[in-house]
């Protein structure tokens, strides 16, 4: 089965610094998607960021970008420039096909940006 | 642009009442994704459906049902209720042509079990 590990239940940055939130995975699959996504506490989830398992190129979303290193099974998001809005729960997400298109989670971690 | 919509968004239920949540994908989407979210915890898969057939199923006990209807709506059926099923209930949809794996998701429904 695949597993999703944040190895980081908290972490705080401050105002317009970079922050670095890791994620590693398990599959065996060669084939996947994996997104990082943000809970602010309205507990909205909403999509931040989405990488394809076959692109070498790391996905970029204005201030937010990742590095995927495949062979590691390791999805990290940074972000730069951090910004009061950016203070929430993050989860980093997998996805296949041939786990019928689920999403399975780590287990969040939680941003906190202080001014 | 229309977004997943969720109701209720929050009901409060006894021990052993029954629950029953709707969830309205974004139009032309044809899959639908139900997740439960404990305090605390991350999205737990529960059952999705694909053009109104069971696609997959998750860690979804025996006292929840839920289907999709021919207007692409789902009903989350929840009965016998316990007090661990106090929880935020996601529904999600995603298309098939927009993209593997993205799914969109609705507002939650939070409940309450007493």
């Given at each position: 089965?695949?597993?999703?590990?944040?190895?980081?239940?908290?972490?705080?940055?401050?105002?317009?610094?970079?922050?670095?939130?890791?994620?590693?995975?398990?599959?065996?699959?060669?084939?996947?998607y994996l997104f990082w996504y943000k809970q602010p506490?309205?507990?909205q989830m909403i999509l931040v960021i989405r990488q394809?398992?076959?692109?070498?190129?790391?996905a970029?979303e204005?201030?937010f970008?990742v590095?995927?290193?495949?062979?590691?099974?390791?999805?990290?998001l940074?972000?730069?420039?951090?910004?009061?809005?950016?203070?929430a729960?993050y989860f980093c997400a997998?996805t296949?096909?041939?786990?019928?298109?689920?999403l399975?989670f780590?287990?969040?971690?939680?941003?906190?940006?202080?001014? | 642009?229309?977004g997943v919509?969720?109701?209720?968004?929050?009901?409060?239920?006894?021990?052993?009442?029954?629950?029953?949540?709707?969830?309205?994908?974004i139009?032309?989407?044809?899959?639908?994704?139900?997740?439960?979210?404990?305090?605390?915890?991350?999205?737990?898969?529960?059952?999705?459906?694909?053009?109104?057939?069971?696609?997959?199923?998750?860690?979804?006990?025996?006292?929840?049902?839920?289907?999709?209807?021919?207007?692409?709506?789902?009903?989350?059926?929840?009965?016998?209720?316990?007090?661990?099923?106090?929880?935020?209930?996601f529904?999600a949809s995603s298309?098939?042509?927009a993209g593997?794996g993205e799914q969109f998701f609705g507002?939650?429904?939070?409940?309450?079990?007493?």
């Amino acid at each position: 089965a695949q597993t999703v590990t944040q190895s980081q239940p908290e972490m705080s940055v401050q105002e317009a610094e970079t922050v670095t939130l890791s994620c590693t995975y398990d599959t065996s699959e060669s084939d996947y998607y994996l997104f990082w996504y943000k809970q602010p506490p309205s507990r909205q989830m909403i999509l931040v960021i989405r990488q394809e398992a076959y692109k070498q190129q790391n996905a970029t979303e204005n201030r937010f970008s990742v590095n995927f290193q495949k062979a590691a099974k390791s999805f990290s998001l940074k972000i730069s420039d951090s910004q009061l809005g950016d203070a929430a729960m993050y989860f980093c997400a997998y996805t296949a096909e041939t786990s019928g298109s689920r999403l399975t989670f780590g287990e969040g971690t939680q941003l906190t940006v202080n001014p | 642009a229309a977004g997943v919509i969720q109701s209720p968004r929050h009901l409060i239920k006894e021990k052993r009442e029954t629950a029953t949540l709707k969830c309205y994908p974004i139009p032309r989407h044809d899959t639908v994704y139900w997740y439960q979210q404990g305090p605390g915890q991350d999205p737990q898969f529960l059952i999705s459906f694909y053009e109104k057939m069971q696609s997959d199923k998750g860690s979804i006990p025996d006292r929840f049902s839920a289907q999709q209807f021919s207007d692409y709506h789902s009903e989350l059926n929840m009965s016998s209720l316990e007090l661990g099923d106090s929880a935020l209930y996601f529904c999600a949809s995603s298309c098939l042509f927009a993209g593997m794996g993205e799914q969109f998701f609705g507002p939650g429904t939070r409940l309450t079990v007493l």
